[in-house]
């Protein structure tokens, strides 16, 4: 079929795979439904081969050993990552990819195991409370989606001063609805760097890009946002 | 060598699920009177030479950095005699 798109070559968003990654190919076919070109990276390489944007898929990074994410942040692919998301790379960390993020101290805060003690799955209700970020210009603010979520630690802290300036600067990305899955300060589901580049996600938007696997196609939009913020930031 | 012990605890104020699961078993199999646990990480480093001010700063260091989250965790740094 020939698209608008065919003069232009498509912009390639890394995924990275770390050992006990388990959505990495739910986030490179979501990337690719929305129109972008899928860039498999592990973890072992600094190297990011100049992708234009990077997501953190969920699973289970170095099995979560010593605790989520805390190991993973050390990967060399991290050195690369850290560097290019403080010059403006966009990145979404998904799950195990936001703990992932905050170890990394890209994110402030940290996930820790939800409060009820038990592994949670289930279809989530959530608002969006920004689009001004690289990952949500695709909603519009306090839009309402259901995305499937599942984690065990899942439940988002950090000091009230942090709580309190993340809302103050609109850096709250997500916030659940009906139910606080986790425990999860202020029912915090997400959030962004200052630069809005950088935004940790515990839903799983990958999950709901398609309705014959997804309750919904509501996390289309993320992956879409970023192609739109590329398009602009190349413009 | 010299062994070097970090203690590494999730901060107070902070829920403790594990800890508490480990309450509830306790109040089960009949042990009375623990009105609280949580439970935390010992680690072990065994390094070269004297456990002197320099060494227990570099562990100090390495705690900080790769052993204990400092945003949801506290940690101390001892020499084991």
């Known amino acids: 079929m020939p698209s608008l798109e065919s003069s232009v070559s498509s912009p390639r968003v890394g995924v990275v795979t770390f050992p006990g990654s388990l959505d990495d190919g739910d986030a490179r076919r979501a990337v690719r439904l929305a129109g972008a070109e899928p860039v498999a990276l592990w973890h072992g390489d600094d190297d990011l081969h100049g992708v234009d944007a990077v997501v953190l898929p969920g699973g289970f990074s170095y099995g979560d050993y010593l605790r989520c994410g805390a190991i993973a942040r050390f990967a060399p692919v991290m050195n690369s990552l850290i560097a290019a998301a403080g010059r403006g790379l966009p990145v979404l960390g998904i799950c195990n990819g936001f703990q992932v993020l905050c170890e990394a101290h890209l994110l402030p805060g940290a996930l820790v195991a939800n409060d009820h003690q038990h592994f949670v799955c289930r279809d989530q209700r959530l608002r969006i409370e920004t689009a001004r970020t690289a990952w949500t210009s695709g909603y519009t603010d306090g839009q309402q989606v259901v995305i499937p979520l599942k984690n065990g630690e899942g439940g988002y802290v950090a000091d009230d001063a942090t709580l309190d300036r993340l809302e103050g600067e609109g850096r709250v990305v997500g916030r659940y609805l009906e139910v606080n899955p986790n425990g999860s300060a202020r029912d915090i589901a997400g959030v962004c760097n200052e630069a809005g580049n950088v935004v940790g996600l515990m839903p799983h938007p990958e999950h709901a890009v398609d309705e014959l696997t997804g309750p919904t196609t509501d996390g289309l939009p993320i992956f879409a946002s970023v192609l739109t913020r590329l398009v602009e930031v190349s413009a | ?81």
């Open chain 2, 1 to 81: 060598m010299a062994r070097v012990v970090v203690d590494v605890m999730l901060k107070p104020e902070l829920l403790d699920p594990q800890g508490q699961a480990i309450a509830k078993a306790l109040e089960r199999l009949g042990h009375a009177g623990v009105t609280s646990v949580r439970q935390g990480k010992r680690f072990e480093l065994e390094v070269e030479g004297e456990a002197d001010a320099a060494a227990l700063e570099r562990v100090r260091g390495i705690a900080d950095t790769l052993l204990a989250n400092p945003v949801i965790e506290d940690f101390t740094v001892r020499a084991e005699p």
